[in-house]
């Protein structure tokens, strides 16, 4: 159990580094897909599922509730984010912002201070699930975030970038 314990957090780790690459466009000003945007988030939120891995039913409240705390936080966020559209290519240019590499690092982070806490732990520990709802409150940052500006994208001033 033990192992397959470490293999899901090792796969948490894995998958947080992908979602942090994954929204390296934003510090740029490229221009990128509508469904980019999700890409971070999704990536973040399947990481603090792998977290999950080991934890009572106690911790999955806890996962609810962080989930739940960085959603609107997230969403409050996109509505101040300047962003050009190109609406007939669906693609959209954010301002260069890092405050979602930011909670895409912070995620990475989390589940790395998982990994090793639960590498070095003794077979009969528990896993602690501050380190999933921390990762978990970066996944909720960034879903709401997409969300929001994938809505805002419809109404956004348009900008041909071809």
């Not at 490229?30 to 603090?48: G, N």
Request: charge should be positive.
């Amino acid at each position: 159990m033990h192992g397959l314990l470490i293999l899901s957090h090792l796969l948490g780790v894995l998958l947080a580094a992908a979602g942090a690459w994954s929204i390296r466009f934003e510090t740029r000003r490229k221009s990128v897909r509508v469904w980019r945007l999700f890409l971070p988030a999704v990536l973040v939120l399947l990481c603090s599922l792998a977290l999950l891995a080991g934890l009572s039913s106690r911790g999955r409240g806890i996962w609810l509730i962080a989930f739940l705390i960085g959603l609107p936080a997230g969403s409050a966020r996109a509505f101040w984010l300047r962003m050009r559209s190109d609406h007939a290519a669906k693609l959209v240019r954010l301002s260069p912002v890092s405050d979602g590499l930011w909670a895409a690092v912070a995620a990475a982070l989390f589940a790395a201070m998982d990994f090793f806490v639960t590498y070095r732990s003794q077979d009969d520990a528990s896993a602690s699930p501050l380190f999933a709802a921390g990762a978990t409150l970066c996944a909720g940052y960034l879903g709401g975030r997409a969300l929001v500006t994938r809505s805002r994208a419809r109404t956004a001033v348009h900008l041909d970038m071809r």
